[in-house]
């Protein structure tokens, strides 16, 4: 009878083992006048990443949703609709409505201190500065998350920032997103493939 025991055994252990789920944000505002603009690059990533692999996002709670489903994991793809400075309400939400662990967690947000289209992937740190990270950071009470962070550069005159980050791309930017963009799809896949460790040993500085 040990094969009917074996066989027992299997099943429950294929029963008994969830499919991982992983919650990807993309941080930006909403409406027309941030669409093109830097600060919504998060947004941008997400919309890249839809129209590359075909699902759609429809409104829910607190933002866009859209599903992807890849070698028995599930993607929940999420752009915030409660503007940069609240976007903790709307990853805590998710987060917990999908029972998602906080290392299944990607948040990918735009960075001054960083070239253009660099890509930095860490699994702790400060905000730095950026709204939709403090805000993740208070509601979520914890700096520990993996965070996607790409680069848009510093080239801003002094007291010019916020133009800046609400501004839109330059046209060599704009030229050279699309390659970015499609780099920035790959990180996503890997990391709930490959898990955050092997991403970042891939990606980073790229």
Known sequence: MKWLTNLFTTKKEEYTDP???FLIVGLGNIGAEYVNTRHNIGFKVLDKFAKQEGCDFSTAKLGAVSEFKIKGRTLILLKPNTYMNLSGKAI?????????PVENLLVITDDLNIA?????????????GHNGLKSTQQLLNTNVYPRFRFGISDEFKKGRQVDYVLGEWSEEEKDQLPERL????EVIKSFALAGLANTMNSFNGK
């Open 92 to 100: 805590k939400y998710w987060l917990e409505k999908e029972k998602i």
């Open 19 to 21: 499919m991982k789920k």
């Open 116 to 128: 253009f289209g660099t890509i930095r992937i860490k699994a702790k740190g400060s905000d730095g």
């Open 182 to 185: 499609e780099t920035a799809v």
